[in-house]
């Protein structure tokens, strides 16, 4: 039986997203620059990172690892940073509206495509009070409503955020309902919410394999998974040395807690000899576990590379998302070889580090992920770094969108037909 809050709380959505879909762009853009100002406000800042430090100070005494602390956490320049990506997305194109494709019928029926906000969405996310900031922006500007559940880790930071976005929306004009959070921590209302597809237009998890297969198997409504994958990088032998070391440092120390992060490092064992020692000492620099396969270890005994942070690969190192410093190393035989790895372990973000076109093709043809990089960091695989402003997850499916997901990935169509009197016969 589902609980009466929640079967509310979805009611209220249902209606609150006939309204924001009534709303006009400079209405939505409106809200969005009152978060700004509000978030702007030294009083609202205090309230958020007070109630974040609560957070954090719980998770530290529970003995949370660093990476998951650190997704916790917020600053007053992850502040400034969300500020600034909300700025991006008012100035962003409105996507609603947007007519996409049109065409004339034999029979002087005249058609087209406009595009139209799916409803209501709920995100359900783990540890990352900055994703409250992200669907909210994302919604509004997408004239979605939005049901919000976030980790227990980081319930009191998604309450002060909340009532923030709220009171952005209230000052509109607008009703606090299309942005509503569960703060209940009782994980069978999920499981409850998940089954309101009367309601509940889809569901986007953000977190862990754990709630994502949770999602896909409870849900009654689209899920759409993303976030999770190992991430690779080829080296060739014909790799630029300076692009080695600082796209691979970048892609594995600047975040290592985020999805992007680089994991797997491929060698093409033509290069290996120059290229391995290069990566793993600017890793070692930076302190990064490396687990290395037996011609790893082999060669960077050779270049007298060893100690604590060199270690031999374990069992399922080549499949585990360890969102630390940590980097698995792997000799492959060519760029077949490496194609053949990353069809089996990959499919989230992978970098290829060559200058040889031919393989710089091969590679973008080849590799089916969400997102190929060539001589690039795969922490540009990221809504705000590709020019969405936010975004509301990375989609590592295939159906309805695929990678960073922004406004116009929160939206669908409908077909409009203007006739002057046509049957059908």
């Given at each position: 039986m589902t609980h009466p809050d929640i079967l509310q709380m979805a009611q209220r959505a249902r209606r609150a997203a006939r309204q924001i879909a009534k709303t006009t762009t400079a209405q939505r853009n409106a809200v969005l620059a009152r978060i700004q100002v509000l978030l702007s406000d030294d009083a609202h800042q205090q309230t958020i990172l007070a109630a974040n430090a609560i957070d954090v100070s719980r998770g530290e005494a529970a003995g949370l690892r660093p990476a998951l602390l650190d997704r916790m956490l917020l600053t007053p320049q992850r502040l400034a940073a969300i500020a600034n990506d909300i700025g991006t997305v008012i100035a962003l194109p409105d996507p609603v509206g947007?007519?996409?494709?049109?065409?004339t019928l034999p029979n002087a029926l005249e058609w087209y495509k406009v595009r139209v906000p799916i409803g209501v969405v709920a995100v359900i996310y783990e540890a990352r009070p900055n994703v409250t900031f992200d669907v909210a922006t994302l919604c509004i500007k997408s004239g979605n409503a939005a049901i919000l559940r976030g980790g227990k880790e980081i319930s009191q930071s998604c309450a002060a955020v909340v009532n923030l976005l709220q009171q952005a929306l209230a000052d509109?004009?607008?009703?606090?309902?299309i942005l509503q959070a569960i703060t209940d921590p009782d994980r069978s209302l999920v499981e409850q919410l998940l089954k309101l597809d009367t309601y509940v237009d889809v569901v986007i998890p953000r977190g862990g394999a754990a709630l994502h297969r949770f999602c896909v198997e409870h849900a009654t409504m689209p899920v759409i998974v993303g976030g999770?994958?190992?991430?690779?990088?080829?080296?060739?032998?014909?790799?630029n040395p300076q692009f080695v070391t600082d796209i691979v440092v970048n892609g594995r120390v600047q975040r290592p807690s985020v999805c992007n992060s680089l994991d797997v490092l491929l060698f093409e064992r033509a290069g290996a000899a120059q290229?391995?020692?290069?990566?793993?000492?600017a890793l070692l620099a930076h302190g990064v576990e490396?687990?290395?396969?037996?011609?790893?270890?082999?060669?960077?005994?050779?270049?007298?590379?060893?100690g604590p942070h060199v270690v031999p690969l374990g069992?399922?190192?080549?499949?585990t998302e360890y969102m630390a410093l940590i980097a698995t190393l792997h000799i492959v035989a060519d760029l077949d070889a490496a194609l053949t790895h990353i069809a089996e372990h990959g499919g989230h973000t992978e970098v290829i580090l060559s200058d040889q076109a031919d393989a710089i093709a091969r590679f973008v043809r080849e590799v089916d992920s969400t997102a190929v990089m060539v001589n690039a960091s795969t922490r540009f695989n990221d809504g705000g770094q590709l020019g969405l402003g936010a975004e509301i997850a990375i989609s590592t499916q295939k159906l309805h969108v695929r990678g960073p997901m922004g406004l116009r990935e929160l939206t669908t169509y409908k077909w409009v037909v203007t006739g002057s009197g046509q049957i059908r016969s």
């Open positions: 947007d007519v996409f494709e049109r065409g509109c004009g607008l009703p606090g309902d999770i994958g190992i991430v690779h990088a080829y080296i060739d032998h014909s790799a290229m391995v020692p290069l990566a793993a000492r490396l687990r290395c396969d037996p011609d790893v270890l082999t060669l960077l005994a050779a270049h007298g590379i060893g069992d399922g190192d080549y499949d």
